[in-house]
């Protein structure tokens, strides 16, 4: 395979040019802040008409597809992977004509982007992401709803609006039986009968392993959660929740990677249970007002690595975390000097007992 490099464009392609499988353009500067680039001519494309890959993930935003742009990309019918960045908020029709496309990601969305309801029909659709913003159904038919049918290959997406009962959660989500990773912005929805603020229930998804989840506005409580039991990765976003509902958290059996931020959880002082997060590896605390962390090290046996970025408040990390036999990295950015401090303790006692298997990074350490 040769390499091909033309006007910003990379191209990787067998013996004859008509015949290039994959077609990926590139944006290099030596001044990062140069936003400036040759604007793209999107109709070139379609001489390589047998294109399997294209990736213009990198266009800048002057440069990005607009409605006319995708009708042209809609005709490489050989498609299997499109990455593009978009300047427009609707992405036209012709796309569903892209009957062998398996991976759309989408950059540089400027807000709600809105999908045809035919790319929803492609029986080879696989992974559908988008950067920074959600997918919007807020002009699709009822018919559409109501006929919608299964999507089992479907194995990721990100990301869509979720609120308990709406159409979105009753036919399309119900119908995505297998796939495995899941962004989704969820909206508060609050049942008098039970005076509880129920959330979407994802219980029924028995493939789904990674769930990242942005809440929308300040979350009400208190509330109710539907994980699936299999779930390894969860991500929580300004959920805002007292610490007092993690529990809910903690008791799924197969948590190894935890990732709350920017205001996932409030609250002072977090005092964990026995019994939970019995599985967990990895935890990232980033951007938490937590002052105090009540916790040993039997309540988070299997941790590996821990990461505390922006908890400017976090007064010191438990001291029993050094007796966690798996714990080889502990990660502080933005933190306290007394947290840090807390952290080089643990270490120095490590090496004491000749385990010196644990590595410690920092930067950046507030003062008060």
Same mark, same amino acid.
């Given at each position: 395979m040769r390499e091909q490099i033309f006007s910003g464009i990379c191209v990787l392609h067998g013996d004859h040019e008509m015949h290039i499988g994959s077609l990926l353009y590139y944006y290099k500067s030596d001044n990062a802040i140069n936003f400036r680039c040759e604007e793209i001519q999107y109709a070139f494309i379609l001489r390589y008409k047998f294109l399997r890959v294209l990736d213009l993930g990198n266009v800048r935003l002057g440069s990005c597809a607009d409605r006319s742009d995708f009708v042209n990309i809609a005709k490489l019918v050989h498609l299997r992977y499109l990455a593009i960045g978009v300047n427009t908020h609707e992405i036209p029709s012709e796309i569903g004509n892209l009957q062998n496309l398996e991976t759309f990601f989408?950059?540089?969305?400027?807000?709600?982007?809105?999908?045809?309801?035919?790319?929803?029909?492609?029986?080879?659709?696989?992974?559908?992401?988008i950067n920074n913003f959600f997918f919007s159904f807020k002009h699709y038919s009822q018919d559409f709803f109501q006929n919608f049918s299964q999507l089992e290959n479907l194995k990721s997406i990100s990301a869509i609006p979720l609120r308990h009962g709406d159409d979105v959660e009753k036919f399309i989500l119900r119908s995505l039986t297998g796939i495995q990773k899941l962004g989704c912005k969820f909206s508060n929805s609050w049942d008098d009968s039970t005076g509880c603020n129920i959330f979407p229930v994802l219980d029924y998804l028995s493939e789904l392993e990674s769930l990242k989840v942005v809440f929308l506005g300040k979350t009400l409580y208190p509330c109710k959660f539907s994980f699936p039991s299999n779930l390894k990765k969860l991500s929580m976003s300004y959920?805002? #929740? !007292?610490?007092? &509902?993690?529990?809910?958290?903690?008791?799924?059996?197969? /948590? $190894? %990677?935890?990732?709350?931020?920017?205001?996932?959880?409030?609250?002072?002082?977090?005092?964990?249970?026995?019994?939970?997060?019995?599985?967990?590896?990895?935890?990232?605390?980033?951007?938490?007002?937590?002052?105090?962390?009540?916790?040993?090290?039997?309540? #988070? !046996?299997?941790? &590996?690595?821990?990461?505390?970025?922006?908890?400017?408040? /976090? $007064? %010191?990390?438990?001291?029993?975390?050094?007796?966690?036999?798996?714990?080889?990295?502990?990660?502080?950015?933005?933190?306290?000097?007394?947290?840090t401090d807390s952290v080089k303790k643990i270490l120095e006692e490590r090496r004491d007992m000749s385990n010196d298997q644990l590595n410690f990074t920092v930067f950046g350490v507030v003062h008060f």
């Open positions: 989408i950059t540089g969305a400027l807000c709600e982007v809105i999908l045809p309801e035919a790319i929803w029909t492609l029986a080879s659709w696989r992974h559908m992401l959920s805002r #929740l !007292p610490w007092d &509902e993690i529990s809910i958290i903690g008791q799924l059996p197969n /948590l $190894e %990677v935890l990732k709350l931020l920017n205001k996932a959880f409030e609250g002072q002082q977090r005092d964990m249970r026995e019994g939970e997060f019995q599985k967990l590896k990895f935890l990232k605390l980033d951007t938490l007002n937590i002052e105090r962390w009540n916790a040993s090290c039997e309540h #988070l !046996p299997f941790l &590996e690595q821990l990461v505390v970025l922006s908890c400017q408040k /976090l $007064e %010191v990390i438990p001291s029993s975390f050094g007796e966690i036999p798996t714990l080889r990295l502990i990660e502080m950015k933005w933190c306290s000097f007394s947290a």
